[in-house]
Each structure stands twice: as C-alpha cells, then as structure tokens.
C-alpha cells in the first residue's frame, strides 16, 4: 500500500494576496513606505539626466506594483521632469549647433523601405522579420519629424501615399499601436535603453533595435550601437 505523500509543516504564516494587501495598509508600513517614495522624488527633482529620471520612473512603477500603492500621481510628475530635461537637452543642442538632421525625401524614405525588407542578416535572414517591426519604421520617421508622435493613421496613410505598391510584411494601424504599451519604443531612439525591471523583453528589444539601425543607415543616419 502506497503511503500518502505528506507536505512538509511550516510554523510561517504565508499571506494570500488579500493578506499581502492587509498587511501593507497598516499605517506603519505605509508611513515607510510613503518615506521611500518621497526620496525617490526627491532624487528625481535634483537630477538634470534624463536617463537618471527614467529610473526613478521605473523605481516608482516597481515599488507601486510590490507594495500595492497608488502612484500614479508621482509616476505622471517624473515623466513629465524627463520630458523637460529632454527637450531642453534638444533646446541646447539646437542653439549650439549641434543638431543638424539630415533632410530625407519622401522618395528616399520610401526606397530605403524597399531596401530594408530585402536586407538580410550574417545568418541570411531577414532583419525586418514580422508586422511588429514597423515600429522601428515609424520611430525613425517621428525623429526625422516626418510624421508626428502617435499619429499612427497618418503614418499608415502617408506610406501608402509614397509607397502605392505592396510590401513583404503588411502594414496595419493595430502593430504600430502596440508601441504604446512600451516604455522604451514611445522614447526618441537615441533615448532608448533595454531595462530589466521595462516591459520589453531583451530578444524583441534586440530584433527591433538592428531595425532600426539597418533603416537608419540605409537612410544615410549616423548609426547608433544597441
């Protein structure tokens, strides 16, 4: 006769996640809690680095996520001091001269598209792989400021306007929506960073990022390292 398996006794208590919730509303956990949000804060209104605020965004979305608090407020306050610091970033660089973006036609635009869906890479495959990868289409677009920020119907109408024909991978509204659920693809490419704590898992990350490299250098862009 088979003897029941029997779980091994624990003397620690394990709290479901009701209890987990419970446990940090006591006003004490939430007084420290609150502590360590308000320096992370602070932190963030002393630095003058966009990437150092971007963390502190990241700190605060995990912090919320652990310790079931609402941040949503603080996280909105850091987002918009990186959106300063990034555009005064830009401002600077402007008035001494050192932004000067290369003017692209729409004709070359269109033909380096053709070009990037036939590029292959050291293994013979293709770098512009799936209908996600328009993504890194539309992100050098917007900072060649060929399109604006979130237009993606636009952009879906204007390729069709420069590029009547057919592509190898279709291009649908829908893909390029999927760049809003992304910390990183939402930023300027020279602003984006691979994050372990992000919503962006390394291998697509990668995949997108060689995208938008080949395009860029297919455009004559100075190319930028992943």
Known sequence: MKEEEQKPKSNHWAPDDE????????????????GMVNLIVDVMNDTHEYKEAIF?????????????????????????????????GKYMKAKNGELNPKR??????????????????????????????????????????????????????WIDTIHPGAFRVKLTQGDLKQISNSDCYMKPFDKWGYAPMGNVKKEPYVAMTHVVVCFRNLLGIDEKIA
């Not at 729409?106 to 293709?126: N, P, W």
């Open 104 to 157: 692209i036609s729409e004709q070359e635009f269109a033909y380096a598209i053709d070009q990037l869906m036939e590029s292959v890479d050291e293994s013979g495959k293709y770098i512009f792989k799936i209908q996600r990868h328009w993504i890194a289409v539309f992100r050098v677009a917007v900072d060649l400021h060929l399109i604006g920020e979130n237009d993606y119907k636009g952009f879906c109408n």
């Open 19 to 34: 209890g987990a919730k419970n446990f940090v509303n006591q006003p004490g956990y939430q007084k420290g809690a609150i």
């Open 56 to 88: 502190c965004k990241h700190l605060l979305m995990e912090f919320s996520r652990k310790h079931h608090l609402d941040l949503e407020e603080q996280i909105e306050r850091v987002e918009a001091h990186a959106q300063d610091i990034d555009e005064f």
